[in-house]
């Protein structure tokens, strides 16, 4: 806050004011001196008036003498103290400049007397210095002493009416404009100072308070190697009450104090000391992190800094390296089973793989767990978790220097045996293996049943890599898994031929789809009542180029396993639509979608693009769905079966009675009919047990408003039988031939098959 009438702050306008009332001494001096002149002007020239002068100049100065002790003992001053004072101030030194005046106008005019002049010349010069060094601190009292006391000795020269002191007196005048100028010259000055001052106390200040609040210690040596600067953090880390008590120590003193504190060991003072020494010296920065003997970890760093002065600053870093490590761990361990991931195996056997004998032989084991899905789907991850845990505790126990367990990633495990005579000692170990994990295991209060697969290789180290070997052993459990599960195998070259060839094919086959290579034949499917085909099932079939005829039983697993399946479903749908237009009104067309088209609205918008591509009225086209679709989301699936339903198209559930068949399909879908799967006809005409399930599977379907399809008739004795007893809307089967072209279909769509009538013949006589 700045003092108005001062321009200056008004901490320094009070510091002023109170340096007014220093050193009284001073002006106790000068009132007897000013007193004496006067009463040596009585002497010489005999008049009483200057007794008078010089009692009143003794009187005005013992009065500012006492004044001033009297503010001396105020303390110091407030602003409105200051203000105060200086009044005071300014009525002695008033009182005290106009007697000094008055004394020299006196002299030069009233009663002029030689003596009197030179001794008011004395006076008053010698009162002009002690204005400014004395009054600098109040330009009022630097004006009116100056005028009080200038003025008047100027105006008594002038009044002599000589010429020469005419002169003299107004050479005298602009010695009021010097004086209160320099006064305020010797102000500024100091005001300028005590600022620069304050400035800089509040920059140590600052300097000092972000010293001792760092988070970690700080010492500055000075090129002597001595500490000059310390914080309280490094006073606190070394046992110090206070950081002055480091100043002037060695670098050396303050680590073997580190020593005594426990921040250092002995055995690093030396190394410690040689690199922060040298670091100095060169002139670079350099960072070193010790272990203190209590566990805690330190970083020291040094730094060099200005005017050749090194800094050193360490600070507690245990809580970094704790979660630098658990980085570390995450990066390289599973967070589930807490065994290595894939990359920490990788690398660990890499490197075990690198060292030894190159000749000796090594393993590897892939297990996988059989149906662990259907764990996670029935119930639920947490369970999966669970189980996935308690196998890896067993695996874990067979982990050692020599034999590395790892979790691969879902439920797939994998270990490395650094060294094995021969397969006879695999074998050995991998049966204790199976021996020890399957069984079951308490997880929640479930008691889970553990079975595995594996697939195992065995090589020489020199021959092989980590890759090369792990890409072995899936081909291997790939065969297990292929050959029923719950087994393991030990790779074979052959796999890695079957393999490429498999490979081969699935590229083939993606070529195949981007160039519309596949083709669509459509099986027959004939109502019983007219024996004429109603429908069929559009079928896709792959001619490859060399290998000839692929079967769907190999290419459609394939595609989905390359995530094409639903490329061959549009296909299929758009070459079904396209060629049903084509035939008589009465025959429709039926397309399988997989359980992968139901994962996306996306299912809707194909069919109804197909649909409008084509021209096909939307009755004639049915859509089959399978159970699978249904497990994978039901209440989705219902969604996209329900706005396919809207469009027109007819729904179908196909192959019912077939895996996890559930009757509350029927009535919760929105289905026009029920494809029975073939597995019900196999044996009905050996088995009146089949027949009467069939039998019941069928009424049931039609009295929920749906029709019946049965599929896999491929007998004329199943035909009549199924006539009689069961009477179906619909029969599909290898007993109408084999699936036909769209030509074929639109040649056969008005033949009656010609055992028709005997059909109703036998219908008649079971009658």
């Given at each position: 806050m700045?003092?108005t009438?001062?321009s200056?702050?008004?901490d320094i306008?009070?510091?002023?004011?109170?340096?007014l009332f220093?050193?009284p001494?001073?002006?106790?001096i000068?009132?007897f001196?000013?007193g004496?002149m006067?009463?040596?002007?009585?002497?010489t020239s005999?008049e009483?008036i200057?007794?008078?002068?010089?009692?009143?100049?003794?009187?005005?100065?013992?009065y500012r003498y006492?004044?001033?002790?009297?503010?001396?003992?105020v303390?110091p001053f407030?602003?409105e103290m200051?203000?105060?004072?200086?009044?005071?101030y300014?009525i002695?030194?008033?009182?005290?400049?106009?007697?000094?005046g008055?004394?020299?106008?006196?002299?030069?005019?009233?009663?002029p007397?030689?003596?009197g002049e030179?001794a008011?010349v004395?006076?008053?010069?010698?009162?002009t210095v002690?204005?400014?060094g004395?009054?600098?601190g109040?330009?009022?009292m630097?004006?009116?002493q100056?005028?009080?006391?200038?003025?008047?000795?100027?105006l008594?020269?002038?009044?002599?009416?000589?010429?020469p002191?005419?002169?003299l007196?107004?050479f005298i005048?602009?010695?009021?404009?010097i004086?209160?100028?320099?006064?305020?010259h010797?102000?500024?000055?100091?005001f300028?100072a005590?600022s620069?001052?304050?400035?800089?106390?509040r920059?140590a200040?600052r300097?000092?308070?972000?010293?001792n609040?760092?988070?970690?210690?700080?010492?500055?040596?000075?090129p002597?190697g001595r500490?000059v600067?310390?914080?309280?953090?490094?006073?606190?880390?070394?046992q110090?009450?206070?950081p002055?008590?480091?100043l002037?120590?060695s670098?050396?003193?303050v680590?073997?104090r580190?020593?005594a504190?426990?921040?250092?060991?002995y055995?690093?003072?030396?190394?410690?000391?040689?690199?922060?020494?040298?670091?100095l010296?060169?002139?670079?920065?350099?960072k070193?992190q010790?272990?203190?003997n209590?566990?805690?970890?330190?970083?020291?760093?040094a730094?060099?800094?200005?005017d050749?002065?090194?800094v050193?600053?360490f600070?507690?870093?245990?809580?970094?390296?704790?979660?630098e490590?658990?980085?570390?761990?995450m990066?390289r361990?599973?967070?589930l089973?807490?065994l290595?991931?894939r990359?920490?195996?990788?690398?660990?056997v890499?490197?075990?793989?690198?060292?030894?004998?190159?000749?000796r032989?090594?393993a590897?084991v892939?297990?996988?767990l059989?149906?662990?899905?259907t764990?996670?789907?029935?119930?639920?991850h947490p369970?999966?978790?669970?189980?996935?845990c308690?196998?890896?505790?067993?695996?874990?126990r067979f982990?050692?220097?020599?034999?590395?367990v790892?979790?691969?990633?879902?439920d797939?495990?994998?270990?490395?045996?650094?060294?094995?005579?021969?397969?006879?000692?695999?074998?050995?170990?991998?049966?204790?293996?199976f021996l020890?994990l399957?069984g079951?295991?308490?997880?929640?209060?479930?008691?889970?049943k553990?079975?595995?697969?594996a697939?195992?290789?065995?090589?020489?180290?020199?021959?092989t890599?980590?890759?090369?070997?792990i890409v072995?052993?899936?081909?291997?459990?790939?065969?297990?898994?292929?050959?029923?599960?719950?087994r393991w195998c030990?790779?074979?070259?052959?796999m890695?031929?079957e393999?490429r060839?498999?490979q081969?094919?699935?590229?083939?086959?993606?070529?195949?789809?981007?160039?519309?290579?596949?083709?669509?034949v459509?099986?027959?499917?004939v109502?019983?009542?007219?024996?004429r085909?109603a429908?069929?099932?559009?079928?896709?079939?792959?001619?490859?180029?060399?290998?000839?005829?692929i079967?769907?039983?190999?290419?459609?697993?394939?595609?989905?396993?390359?995530?094409i399946?639903?490329?061959?479903?549009?296909?299929?749908?758009?070459q079904?639509?396209?060629?049903?237009?084509k035939?008589?009104?009465?025959?429709?067309?039926?397309v399988n979608?997989?359980?992968?088209?139901?994962?996306?609205?996306d299912?809707?918008e194909?069919v109804?693009?197909?649909?409008?591509?084509?021209g096909?009225?939307?009755?004639?086209?049915?859509?089959?769905?399978?159970?699978?679709?249904?497990?994978?989301?039901?209440?989705?699936?219902r969604?996209f079966?329900?706005?396919l339903?809207?469009?027109?198209?007819?729904?179908?559930?196909?192959d019912?009675?077939?895996g996890?068949?559930s009757?509350?399909?029927?009535?919760?879908?929105?289905?026009d009919k029920?494809?029975?799967d073939r597995?019900?006809?196999i044996?009905?005409t050996q088995n009146?047990?089949?027949l009467?399930?069939?039998?019941k599977?069928?009424?049931?379907?039609?009295?929920?408003?749906m029709?019946v399809t049965?599929e896999?008739?491929?007998?004329?004795?199943?035909?009549?039988?199924?006539?009689?007893?069961v009477?179906p809307?619909?029969?599909?089967?290898f007993?109408?031939g084999a699936?036909l072209?769209s030509?074929?279909?639109?040649?056969?769509?008005?033949?009656?098959w010609?055992?028709?009538g005997?059909l109703?013949?036998?219908?008649r006589?079971q009658?």
């Amino acid at each position: 806050m700045k003092n108005t009438k001062n321009s200056i702050p008004d901490d320094i306008y009070a510091g002023f004011i109170r340096s007014l009332f220093n050193d009284p001494a001073i002006l106790l001096i000068g009132a007897f001196c000013h007193g004496l002149m006067g009463l040596l002007t009585w002497y010489t020239s005999g008049e009483s008036i200057y007794i008078w002068l010089a009692s009143a100049m003794l009187a005005a100065g013992l009065y500012r003498y006492f004044g001033i002790l009297r503010g001396q003992k105020v303390g110091p001053f407030s602003v409105e103290m200051a203000r105060k004072w200086e009044l005071r101030y300014l009525i002695g030194g008033t009182l005290q400049a106009f007697f000094m005046g008055m004394f020299a106008f006196v002299a030069l005019v009233v009663k002029p007397d030689p003596f009197g002049e030179l001794a008011a010349v004395a006076v008053i010069m010698g009162s002009t210095v002690t204005i400014v060094g004395r009054n600098y601190g109040s330009a009022k009292m630097v004006a009116v002493q100056t005028f009080t006391v200038v003025l008047p000795i100027a105006l008594g020269l002038m009044l002599k009416g000589e010429y020469p002191y005419v002169a003299l007196g107004l050479f005298i005048v602009p010695f009021i404009y010097i004086i209160t100028r320099m006064a305020g010259h010797v102000r500024e000055v100091l005001f300028a100072a005590i600022s620069q001052e304050k400035i800089s106390a509040r920059i140590a200040e600052r300097f000092d308070r972000a010293l001792n609040t760092m988070s970690h210690g700080l010492v500055m040596l000075s090129p002597e190697g001595r500490v000059v600067v310390a914080n309280s953090e490094a006073a606190k880390a070394l046992q110090f009450q206070r950081p002055d008590r480091l100043l002037g120590r060695s670098l050396r003193a303050v680590l073997m104090r580190g020593v005594a504190g426990g921040l250092l060991s002995y055995k690093d003072v030396r190394y410690v000391e040689t690199q922060l020494t040298r670091a100095l010296g060169e002139g670079r920065d350099r960072k070193l992190q010790i272990r203190s003997n209590n566990g805690r970890y330190y970083e020291l760093s040094a730094r060099a800094g200005n005017d050749q002065l090194g800094v050193i600053t360490f600070e507690e870093i245990t809580a970094r390296v704790e979660a630098e490590e658990r980085i570390r761990h995450m990066a390289r361990f599973d967070s589930l089973t807490n065994l290595p991931n894939r990359g920490w195996f990788h690398e660990l056997v890499g490197e075990l793989m690198a060292s030894g004998d190159g000749s000796r032989h090594c393993a590897i084991v892939v297990f996988d767990l059989d149906d662990f899905k259907t764990v996670n789907d029935t119930l639920g991850h947490p369970i999966g978790d669970g189980m996935i845990c308690a196998v890896a505790e067993k695996l874990a126990r067979f982990a050692s220097d020599e034999v590395k367990v790892s979790r691969f990633g879902g439920d797939e495990f994998i270990i490395f045996f650094n060294r094995v005579s021969g397969e006879a000692e695999l074998t050995a170990l991998i049966d204790q293996m199976f021996l020890d994990l399957q069984g079951t295991v308490d997880v929640q209060g479930h008691a889970l049943k553990v079975q595995l697969s594996a697939g195992t290789v065995i090589s020489r180290v020199r021959e092989t890599d980590v890759d090369a070997m792990i890409v072995k052993a899936d081909l291997a459990l790939y065969r297990a898994k292929e050959l029923g599960k719950n087994r393991w195998c030990l790779f074979e070259s052959t796999m890695d031929a079957e393999f490429r060839s498999r490979q081969t094919m699935k590229a083939d086959l993606r070529s195949a789809v981007e160039q519309r290579q596949l083709r669509v034949v459509y099986q027959p499917i004939v109502a019983l009542s007219t024996m004429r085909i109603a429908s069929c099932e559009a079928l896709c079939r792959w001619d490859h180029p060399e290998l000839g005829a692929i079967s769907p039983g190999i290419f459609i697993p394939l595609a989905e396993e390359i995530g094409i399946i639903a490329d061959i479903s549009t296909f299929v749908l758009e070459q079904a639509c396209a060629e049903c237009v084509k035939w008589p009104e009465s025959v429709s067309v039926s397309v399988n979608l997989s359980a992968k088209d139901f994962h996306s609205r996306d299912v809707v918008e194909k069919v109804r693009a197909a649909l409008d591509q084509a021209g096909l009225a939307p009755h004639r086209l049915e859509i089959e769905v399978t159970e699978t679709a249904l497990l994978d989301d039901k209440s989705s699936t219902r969604a996209f079966l329900e706005e396919l339903k809207s469009l027109g198209v007819r729904i179908a559930l196909d192959d019912f009675g077939t895996g996890y068949s559930s009757l509350s399909y029927l009535h919760t879908l929105p289905l026009d009919k029920v494809k029975i799967d073939r597995s019900f006809v196999i044996d009905i005409t050996q088995n009146e047990r089949s027949l009467i399930l069939l039998t019941k599977v069928c009424e049931l379907s039609r009295g929920l408003g749906m029709l019946v399809t049965i599929e896999g008739v491929e007998t004329f004795e199943q035909l009549k039988l199924l006539a009689g007893a069961v009477d179906p809307d619909l029969v599909q089967g290898f007993l109408f031939g084999a699936a036909l072209t769209s030509t074929g279909i639109d040649t056969m769509s008005n033949m009656t098959w010609p055992f028709a009538g005997e059909l109703r013949a036998a219908a008649r006589s079971q009658g």
